[in-house]
């Protein structure tokens, strides 16, 4: 059972665009979104996290969009540039007590052509 | 501030050999979760370990065990290695409910 699906698989931008990246989630116990971006040969890095209690959280060039009601939230990358070229997942984690594993969503490689 | 630090980075092990993975976590982090990574895939968590003590543990089975120390560092190991085992081996620290830095992985091969 996937309870975070993430699309799309793979997206290529030009330098300067928008890039949006889509999770849904089915646990609704869920109450922490983080993203993270990982480059060839590294370990996942945080890049911004939300909770549901906001529908929307910004840090520099990165958004995070949030619908509760829809059990969505979606990862905006604003003035995108090469360096940003990655694989980037969404997870989430909750459900009460001390259950705080990170459930990922598949990944998402993002290619920004110069 | 060192981070996660992980190791090895990489190791090839032979089918039915055993293995065991450390980490250590970022200063003043009390939580270390395992997580293994296929290629191309998100990372599936094995378990985590808080106080010296497995506190969740995911679907993976009884091969992988762990430990942490009192100084936090913690141990991943596995037995019985299959070939199915190669992967992306990535240890993620955090403090309570506040998010997980993850280390740089250790490749593992089983040949």
């Known amino acids: 059972q996937q309870q975070v699906k993430q699309s799309p698989q793979s997206l290529i931008v030009q330098k300067g665009g928008i890039s949006i990246i889509n999770c849904a989630y089915e646990?609704?116990?869920?109450?922490?979104f983080p993203w993270y971006q990982q480059f060839p040969g590294k370990g996942p890095a945080l890049l911004i996290a939300?909770?549901?209690?906001?529908s929307e959280k910004k840090e520099g060039r990165f958004t995070i969009s949030f619908n509760k009601s829809a059990k969505q939230f979606s990862l905006h990358i604003m003035d995108s540039q090469p360096g940003d070229s990655a694989t980037y997942f969404c997870?989430?984690?909750?459900?009460?007590?001390?259950?705080?594993?990170?459930?990922f969503g598949k990944g998402t490689l993002l290619t920004v052509n110069p | 501030d060192a981070g996660v630090t992980q190791s090895p980075t990489h190791l090839i092990k032979t089918r039915g050999q055993q293995v065991t993975l450390r980490c250590s976590p970022k200063?003043?982090?009390?939580?270390v979760s395992w997580y293994q990574q296929a290629l191309g895939q998100g990372p599936q968590f094995i378990f985590q370990?808080?106080?010296?003590?497995?506190?969740q543990r995911g679907n993976f089975p009884d091969r992988f065990s762990g430990h942490q120390f009192p100084n936090y560092s913690s141990e991943l190991n596995v037995n019985a290695l299959l070939l199915g085992d190669s992967a992306l081996y990535l240890c993620?620290?955090?403090?309570?409910?506040?998010?997980?830095?993850f280390g740089q992985g250790t490749r593992l091969t089983v040949v």
């Open positions: 370990y808080y106080e010296e003590e497995e506190r």
């Open positions: 993620a620290s955090s403090l309570g409910r506040r998010g997980a830095f």
């Open positions: 646990n609704t116990a869920f109450d922490y």
């Open positions: 200063s003043g982090h009390d939580t």
């Open positions: 997870a989430a984690s909750g459900g009460g007590g001390s259950n705080y594993k990170l459930t």
């Open positions: 939300i909770r549901p209690d906001v």
